[in-house]
């Protein structure tokens, strides 16, 4: 870091509060960040090259530790599990945790969140982990010679060594993730996470975009040589990065999308993927990306050759690794695409009663997409007992949302109409029963209802209507058993599918009654039946 850069900086660091600076290194290359977190004992190097770290006790998002400051814009919202917190407390927090911070050697980081330049976000992530300022290099996308932002739009404060005092401090733990929009500033405490300081971004783009007119999507997204694009929607564990990670198409992004009159663009510029048990057959692509030099495994144990366990969820089912896109053998450099030509909600139904493939009406679109329905699984994580959960997370990623649903939604509408988007419901779940008696849909067989949907196979397929889910089912998927196709063939008991059916039909009706004052009444009514008589 030449002088100029060095006065840029700690000025920006002075302006921020801190008073008292240890040594800070801006931008520094890769491969020393991961030399230097190997010697700070933060991290060791797999057999395979990539950095592994363990971070628990916190080995995934605090969703009860994240606060919005309140700010005075009628249209923030707080999703379940986010709270409100004043600018005085937010203060109070800050000035300690400068201070703290202070006495440490210091890894910033100056990144851009946003492909499309027009709309990207100049971010300063600065950490008191060597390692976690590798996580932000891998994550988001290289600010180059432009680096360092004299004036960032937001700046992210990472410290692992600062605790909250959860009385003191009116919080409701010793960790925490704080969003000060005003003040284009995020602090996160205590966990060391790396998903925190990626879904802060998120949050933030998810706050700033949509004022813009544009859009911003939980999803991934991937396009064909000839240029047609294709979302995937889906929460934790529904195949968003799996199903996405095509070798015959040019992947865009693994998580989070913007959609502007221009099209879509990324807002990140590396991956995030799910490594537990991962597959080297059906997912090669990634499973090639996470073992090389460069990469960083969270929470996967190394057996006494440092060989990865990705088997092994002895510290944690939720094992993560990030990379930079470019690991991924084909992807698309420009981190944009045209508007998407179809959208697929993605669900992992571990009741077994959602078709694995349904066309979706414009009114249902709206309707499954503020539904965002996967269910969690028994052993993964506690107190689920020993059934599955329905789960509900608004636009698939309530977390992440600080605007009213209606916003995104409305944004939706509007694309969808405007580009005659098809929009199609994916479950990735179970089939022939629920958890524990079915089993999982294949990954072939989903990659195979996937691409005739994307080769147009379908475009002229006749379709037949679910009696309780309301979806078109296709007919006939080309190498797609028919018992697959219609969920209640596979049962054994015709019986017992409906009632479950019904069941999850009711949590749906349940689940959306919140949303039925700010939308029109065919978007209400599209959704599931219920009461419905139904005899084997």
């Not at 004043?86 to 851009?112: P, W």
């Not at 284009?184 to 975009?209: D, H, P, Q, W």
Request: hydrophobic content about 40%; charged content about 20%; proline content about 6%.
């Amino acid at each position: 870091m030449d002088r100029f850069q060095q006065e840029v900086l700690e000025k920006g660091l002075g302006e921020l509060g801190f008073d008292n600076l240890g040594q800070c290194q801006l931008n520094p290359p890769r491969a020393e960040v991961i030399e230097q977190a190997i010697c700070l004992d933060e991290a060791s190097l797999s057999s395979m090259g990539a950095l592994t770290v363990n971070t628990a006790p916190f080995t995934g998002r605090s969703p009860n530790d994240k606060y919005l400051v309140v700010n005075g814009d009628p249209d923030l919202w707080f999703a379940s599990g986010t709270q409100s917190l004043t600018a005085e407390t937010f203060q109070s927090i800050k000035a300690k945790m400068t201070r703290t911070m202070g006495q440490r050697n210091l890894f910033v980081r100056d990144v851009f969140a946003g492909a499309d330049p027009a709309h990207a976000l100049r971010i300063r992530v600065i950490t008191d982990l060597a390692w976690q300022n590798l996580a932000a290099a891998n994550m988001f996308i290289d600010a180059g010679e432009e680096a360092p932002f004299a004036n960032p739009d937001f700046t992210l404060l990472v410290s692992s060594q600062f605790k909250a005092d959860p009385v003191e401090d009116k919080l409701r733990s010793s960790a925490f993730i704080i969003l000060n929009f005003d003040e284009k500033l995020v602090l996160i405490g205590t966990t060391r996470y790396a998903g925190e300081i990626k879904k802060s971004v998120f949050t933030l783009m998810n706050y700033v975009l949509p004022k813009q007119g544009i859009l911003s999507l939980h999803c991934s997204a991937n396009k064909a040589q000839k240029g047609d694009v294709a979302l995937f929607f889906g929460l934790s564990g529904t195949g968003k990065t799996t199903l996405s990670s095509d070798p015959n198409r040019a992947l865009i992004g693994d998580d989070e999308h913007g959609w502007s009159d221009q099209g879509i663009f990324n807002l990140e510029g590396g991956c995030y993927a799910k490594t537990i048990r991962i597959n080297p057959i059906y997912e090669p692509l990634v499973y090639s990306a996470i073992n090389r030099f460069g990469a960083l495994l969270e929470n996967v144990p190394l057996d006494a050759n440092h060989n990865p366990l990705f088997d092994d969820s002895g510290i944690t089912e939720n094992t993560r690794a990030s990379y930079p896109l470019s690991y991924i053998g084909n992807y698309e450099p420009s981190g944009t695409g045209g508007h998407p030509n179809h959208i697929f909600f993605l669900t992992a139904d571990a009741f077994g009663v959602l078709p694995p493939l349904a066309c979706l009406t414009r009114d249902q679109a709206l309707y499954y997409f503020l539904s965002g329905y996967t269910s969690k699984l028994a052993g993964t994580e506690r107190g689920l007992g020993d059934k599955p959960e329905a789960t509900f997370s608004t636009c698939f990623g309530a977390p992440f949302l600080p605007l009213k649903p209606s916003i995104y939604a409305s944004l939706l509408a509007k694309r969808l109409e405007q580009h005659g988007t098809k929009v199609w419901l994916l479950n990735t779940g179970w089939s022939g029963g629920g958890y524990g008696v079915g089993h999982r849909i294949a990954l072939p067989m989903t990659r195979a209802m996937i691409k005739a949907v994307l080769d147009g196979e379908l475009n002229e397929t006749p379709t037949h209507i679910h009696p309780v889910f309301n979806v078109a089912i296709p007919d006939v998927v080309p190498g797609v058993p028919a018992e697959l196709l219609n969920p209640e063939l596979s049962w054994q008991d015709k019986v017992a599918y409906y009632a479950e059916a019904q069941s999850l039909a009711s949590k749906f009706i349940e689940n959306f009654k919140k949303y039925k004052q700010t939308l029109p009444e065919s978007v209400v009514l599209s959704g599931p039946n219920q009461h419905l008589n139904h005899q084997e």
